[in-house]
């Protein structure tokens, strides 16, 4: 497959200054002097986003291409589009482009083992969006940058409206993926985290393809060499508990998982940072300096001192920093194989069990269901717990089915024995209003647990309803405390909520995998 055009500089961008792998400083300069962020008294640019403070889903395509046709998942995460709109709203992109007196182009990588490593060109309108993208990937050597060849390029320009008539969009902001031109165009949107995500779309794709799982997970490695990977949705606890002071971090949210190692995709984190304190998240307060870049954080023009606490703009306030920032941070991101798995969820109906141990078969399950919950109060018309579920525990992002991702993790399992647990970081007692939120204290004991080898000594009962196997003890964790059970005033009430969660369980993995009812076999059993 030859290289499309758009990855030769000078084809794209002839007649307009080009400003090639700028350093961090240079970057930070130019984004405040063209308007695009001011600086925080720590030294971090802060950057709005308009409208647009998240992803936009709804807006994301795959080129319809042969190479690809048959292998694409297709439908609302995987919207086709065909390649006569892709190469018109190619060309109308790159002339909008060339009629900037300057733009912004960074040469690096995703994937920090250089076994599997893709490089990739970002091509920016906005200086402040070249700054985020040499903040989350992965940044070349000087040696490295006079040979890099891109084998992706991501083409980047916020200002330009589509024409849904003429391009094939669903409104003027489209992020477009095209795996035989090997290019994205995005548009429409000033959210830099399309970017990330898009590049991470490609590597779920190309991944698997050489027999690498790609996964949405933090991971990180003990003082032995012991390597732990961490899924969960967000607010389940996946940054807080994989960010272990007694452990150092590979990454934050992105990796390959070859036969021969766990390795990072990115160079950065791109860390939430709402209610961010001190205290809360020492590592990521920290890691927040000059060169970081923030997303719609509530800035004091006069004091230029950053309030978490706001959310005067969004919820979804970021920062972006390189992985080096964290201390002890595993550079570059590779490590061995993993020994253990942690799958995170906070049930706020109360009564999933705090800690359990997965089979092969039960670990492919949850993987699929990607189960947590959204709890009252949380967001606007939420007033009672609901289900969410997001397949892989990353459902946007994949390019290919999903049960293509699960045998690959089932089949990982088996040939490295890998431990599997699942962890509630939710509601005990009884569900939301009624019950309490699990200690984090109790939850980072039965972590620890499961990642020395302590519970691999204890007893384990069947839970009745998710079959899942519970440990009768944990050191440093109340007995009562692991059997949900036992913990709710009325265990009537709880055998109908637990009923309800597995019926929602059952009804969700019908509905998306009506295939795979041999998996569906490891899921809740319902009297």
């Known amino acids: 497959m030859e290289t499309n055009t758009v990855h030769k500089l000078a084809d794209i961008l002839a007649g307009t200054k080009v ?16 308007g695009e962020g001011i600086l925080t008294d720590k030294g971090a640019l802060n950057a709005l986003t308009g ?3 998240g992803r936009s889903p709804k807006d994301k395509f795959v080129v319809d291409e042969a190479s690809v046709h048959d ?21 109308d992109v790159l002339e909008y482009l060339q009629s900037k007196e300057e733009l912004f182009v960074f040469d690096g990588f995703a994937g920090a083992d250089t076994t599997y490593r893709l490089p990739i060109r970002v091509v920016n309108e906005y200086a402040w969006h070249n700054l985020f993208a040499r903040q989350l990937f992965i940044r070349p050597s000087a040696e490295e940058l006079t040979t890099h060849e891109a ?7 916020p200002n330009f409206k589509a024409d849904p008539a003429v391009h094939g969009t669903n409104s003027e902001t489209f992020i477009v993926l095209s795996f035989e031109q090997k290019t994205v165009l995005i548009g429409g949107t000033e959210y830099a985290g399309e970017m990330k995500k898009s590049i991470f779309s490609v590597m779920n794709m190309i991944l698997p393809e050489r027999n690498v799982l790609s996964m949405h997970c933090s991971a990180n490695v003990g003082k032995d060499g012991d390597v732990a990977l961490f899924f969960g949705l967000s607010g389940t606890g ?20 070859s036969d021969n190692s766990v390795f990072n995709i990115e160079g950065g984190c791109y860390a939430k940072c709402v209610k961010l304190t001190e205290e809360g998240e020492p590592q990521i307060w920290k890691a927040i300096q000059f060169g970081t870049v923030l997303e719609n954080v509530d800035v004091d023009e006069v004091t ?11 919820e979804n306030t970021r920062a972006a920093y390189p992985v080096e920032a964290i201390p002890g941070a595993v550079i570059p991101g590779v490590s ?25 078969e039960q670990a492919m399950y949850h993987f699929l269901s990607g189960y947590t919950s959204k709890m009252a109060g949380t967001e606007r018309g939420v007033t009672a717990p609901q289900t969410e579920f997001s397949t892989c525990f990353g459902s946007p992002f994949l390019p290919l089915h999903p049960v293509v991702y699960a045998e690959m993790l089932g089949k990982k399992i088996d040939e490295r024995d890998v431990q599997v647990y699942l962890v509630n970081t939710g509601w005990t007692s009884g569900p939301v209003g009624v019950g309490k939120r699990m200690k984090l204290s109790y939850t980072r004991a039965m972590v620890t ?12 009962v069947a839970d009745a309803t998710f079959g899942v196997q519970v440990p009768t003890i944990c050191p440093n964790v109340p007995a009562e405390v692991l059997q949900p059970r036992n913990t709710w005033a009325n265990t009537e009430d709880y055998d109908k909520q637990a009923a309800d969660l597995a019926n929602r369980f059952i009804e969700n993995f019908q509905k998306k995998f009506p295939n795979a009812a041999d998996i569906a076999q490891a899921g809740p059993k319902v009297q």
């Open 19 to 34: 400003n090639y792998n700028l350093p961090v400083a240079l970057l930070v300069e130019m984004a405040v002097k063209r």
């Open 51 to 53: 409208k647009f403070t």
């Open 71 to 91: 292998k694409i998942n297709w439908g609302p995460v995987n919207q086709p589009i065909s390649s006569e709109k892709f190469q018109l709203l190619q060309q």
């Open 151 to 157: 084998e992706f390029t991501v083409i980047y320009a």
């Open 238 to 257: 996946k940054t807080t508990l994989s960010a272990d002071p007694n452990r150092f971090l590979i990454g934050d949210d992105e990796h390959g998982w």
């Open 304 to 314: 230029r001192t950053a309030d978490y606490d706001s959310t005067k703009y969004t």
């Open 336 to 360: 061995g194989q993993p020994s253990v798995i942690i799958f995170l969820t906070a049930d706020s109906f109360g009564v999933l069990p705090p800690i359990s141990k997965l089979t092969k």
């Open 449 to 460: 647990a499961a990642l020395n080898g302590d519970l691999a000594k204890v007893d384990y």
